[in-house]
């Protein structure tokens, strides 16, 4: 008899365990699952964009998802590594060749090599020192002249090129900052018309501006 009431109680007190925590069930709103992972922003670092950008070009707006900024980034490198590597060629043969011919000072003590090196360096009827020996002095003075224009547009191109790194850097750090900025419909601005009265003289109409958050 013992025995039966206390399997008895003690199946009470189940029932009454499984009954309270059917309650607590029943309590719990429904959507509170849904509530806490719908709240949940992707959380993006200013610090690690900034590093992907600047350890490899484009990667940290890869980080950024912004990959439609992709083409403009790669576009500007290829442009600029274009642009250095032609300067660079130019100015490599504008600077033998005036190495070459600085070495005289008249055609007449100039090797045969060296002027067929010039000749065929340029192909320029104007400047081909065996028809045309008179145009020595102009044709050194445009030598030199190529060969600092062609070096400043080079190191241009470097600057160029580490100031699109840069940039690159800046913006996939700024677009990380401004991932989860609220942009909603209530952010609003309402200009309205508004008299007003200082004291003395006419009454006068002034600008309202009012900026809603």
Not at 69 to 89: A, C, M, R, T
Not at 175 to 184: E, G
């Amino acid at each position: 008899m013992k025995i039966a009431l206390k399997v008895i109680l003690f199946g009470i007190m189940l029932s009454l365990l499984s009954i309270h925590a059917g309650a607590q069930e029943v309590n719990v709103p429904k959507d509170s699952l849904q509530i806490s992972v719908s709240t949940q922003k992707k959380v993006l670092s200013p610090k690690k964009a900034s590093i992907y950008a600047a350890l490899f070009p484009g990667l940290g707006q890869v980080y950024n998802g912004k990959y439609w900024k992709l083409p403009i980034v790669y576009g500007g490198y290829v442009g600029l590594v274009y642009l250095y590597g032609w300067n660079s060629n130019n100015y490599n043969d504008f600077f033998d060749a005036y190495r070459t011919i600085a070495k005289y000072s008249t055609v007449d003590q100039m090797s045969q090599a060296d002027k067929d090196y010039l000749n065929n360096l340029f192909k320029i009827p104007y400047w081909n020192l065996n028809n045309n020996p008179s145009h020595f002095g102009s044709f050194k003075n445009q030598l030199k002249s190529g060969k600092d224009y062609y070096r400043r547009n080079r190191d241009l191109s470097i600057i160029a090129i580490a100031a699109l790194h840069v940039l690159s850097i800046i913006d996939a750090s700024v677009d990380a900052n401004l991932f989860d900025f609220d942009i909603n419909d209530n952010l609003s601005m309402r200009i309205d018309p508004m008299p007003a009265y200082f004291g003395h003289g006419p009454q006068v109409i002034g600008v309202n501006v009012a900026i809603n958050f």
